[in-house]
């Protein structure tokens, strides 16, 4: 089916281990997301990418690092995990037209210990 | 700035009763406004949404008005049941922020038989 993809779907990390999230969609959409969801919080934006090549600093971006090499892939890293990483992260896609809903991925649940 | 203030939860209704959940917004420009749903263990699903003032949307016997007067968004539903037990989340988009989405914090509802 048609969507967006999210791997792992389950990691635990110890404090200073790095990791990659992978986010894969097949919808064609320019745009894409990752946001960090906590309790209490809502959903944070950490970046976003507007088309191949590109990536952009969200609300919280400290401590993360992506890319996005193909328009299907955005890939987002923790290059040395802390305890206050510990979240579960979503990854999202839109058309670029204004006002475009999203489409989520059923999530990552990052627990750093 | 922009930002989304949602009632607090969890709200806990019984089948069939009225559900209100309220919603309110902070916005430079004119923004677009969006409920999204998550059920447990998955990413968020669009509800519905309205992109300009006075427009109303609705879904699966959800409804939501766009009040510019009031700067407010709030979801209603007639008559819920069990399978509406969920997280609901209210965002917004401005236009030109390459759809990014500013979510609030949440809403927690269970609906008991």
């Known amino acids: 089916n048609a969507g967006v993809t999210q791997t792992p779907k389950f990691r635990v990390l110890k404090t200073g281990q790095s990791m990659t999230l992978l986010c894969a969609q097949d919808?064609?959409?320019?745009?894409m997301y990752w946001y960090r969801q906590d309790p209490g919080m809502g959903l944070r934006l950490i970046h976003y990418s507007v088309g191949e090549g590109t990536t952009a600093k969200g609300e919280v971006p400290d401590g993360y690092n992506v890319s996005r090499l193909k328009k299907q892939n955005f890939l987002l890293g923790l290059e040395s995990a802390a305890p206050s990483q510990t979240s579960v992260y979503f990854c999202?896609?839109?058309?670029?037209?204004?006002?475009?809903?999203?489409?989520f991925g059923s999530g990552t649940r990052l627990t750093v210990v | 700035g922009n930002s989304v203030t949602q009632m607090e939860g969890p709200v806990t209704l019984s089948e069939e009763a009225f559900l209100t959940i309220n919603c309110t917004y902070t916005?430079?420009?004119?923004?677009?406004l969006f409920w999204y749903v998550q059920y447990p263990g998955e990413g968020l699903q669009l509800l519905l949404k309205a992109t300009k003032a006075d427009d109303k949307g609705s879904n699966k016997g959800f409804e939501a008005t766009y009040r510019k007067e009031t700067t407010s968004f709030h979801l209603e539903k007639g008559s819920v049941q069990v399978s509406d037990s969920a997280v609901y989340f209210c965002a917004l988009s401005v236009s030109g922020g390459y759809n990014k989405l500013i979510f609030g914090a949440g809403t927690r509802l269970a609906v008991h038989p």
């Open positions: 999202a896609s839109s058309y670029s037209r204004d006002r475009a809903g999203y489409t």
């Open positions: 919808m064609n959409h320019e745009y």
């Open positions: 916005a430079t420009g004119y923004p677009s």
